[in-house]
T-cell receptor
Framework: ETGVTQSPTHLIKTRGQQVTLRCSSQSGHNTVSWYQQALGQGPQFIFQYYREEENGRGNFPPRFSGLQFPNYSSELNVNALELDDSALYLC?????????????FGPGTRLTVL | AQSVTQLGSHVSVSEGALVLLRCNYSSSVPPYLFWYVQYPNQGLQLLLKYTSAATLVKGINGFEAEFKKSETSFHLTKPSAHMSDAAEYFCAVSDRGTNAGKSTFGDGTTLTVKP
């Protein structure tokens, strides 16, 4: 069974640029959730994708967008990067539609915005 | 809206001592509750979860937590700390049902274990 993987592991961008982060879900999972973890804080829910459709969104502006592909892998896109976007971005996969489901996290992508 | 408060951003114990990490939640309906551990430069690993079965939940690595509705608490304990327990611990809450992936997390507690 393959776990959740994320790429790249580290990324440095400058203000105003755009970035795409990638996540491969665990085998058999159809749901991916994205979280932002700023330094010294807990993860904050960005949005979730279930069977290629957005299935809930946290308090993040529209410049944070995502996609889920037919193989259930996912992308997080951030436009017009700001300094405060510097954080660890975590994705988690789960089996949607199952009661008492559990999410499994990837190792994260560390984004630094200069 | 749900929220989680973790009391104490840093906890330090001696090896072999009791570990107690505090978590209080706010939710309009009985939620699901989780404890996760995060080691440096890694993602989060689930320690245990409460989903309305037994109020005392046993997890991995000797950890357990007790759901107390009257106190809106879900504190994490371990009878005897080990050096390998040093890490960041997060309490999280989500709606009941199938929404583990839309969790609200606390700000975390850093556990230090002294030899």
């Amino acid at each position: 069974e393959t776990g959740v993987t994320q790429s790249p592991t580290h990324l440095i961008k400058t203000r105003g640029q755009q970035v795409t982060l990638r996540c491969s879900s665990q085998s058999g999972h159809n749901t991916v959730s994205w979280y932002q973890q700023a330094l010294g804080q807990g993860p904050q829910f960005i949005f979730q994708y279930y069977r290629e459709e957005e299935n809930g969104r946290g308090n993040f502006p529209p410049r944070f967008s995502g996609l889920q592909f037919p193989n259930y892998s996912s992308e997080l896109n951030v436009n017009a990067l700001e300094l405060d976007d510097s954080a660890l971005y975590l994705c988690a996969s789960s089996l949607g539609g199952v009661v008492d489901n559990e999410q499994f996290f990837g190792p994260g992508t560390r984004l630094t915005v200069l | 809206a749900q929220s989680v408060t973790q009391l104490g951003s840093h906890v330090s114990v001696s090896e072999g001592a009791l570990v107690l990490l505090r978590c209080n939640y706010s939710s309009s309906v009985p939620p699901y509750l989780f404890w996760y551990v995060q080691y440096p430069n890694q993602g989060l690993q689930l320690l245990l979860k409460y989903t309305s079965a037994a109020t005392l939940v046993k997890g991995i690595n000797g950890f357990e937590a007790e759901f107390k509705k009257s106190e809106t608490s879900f504190h994490l304990t371990k009878p005897s700390a080990h050096m390998s327990d040093a890490a960041e611990y997060f309490c999280a809450v989500s709606d009941r049902g199938t929404n583990a992936g839309k969790s609200t997390f606390g700000d975390g507690t850093t556990l230090t274990v002294k030899p």
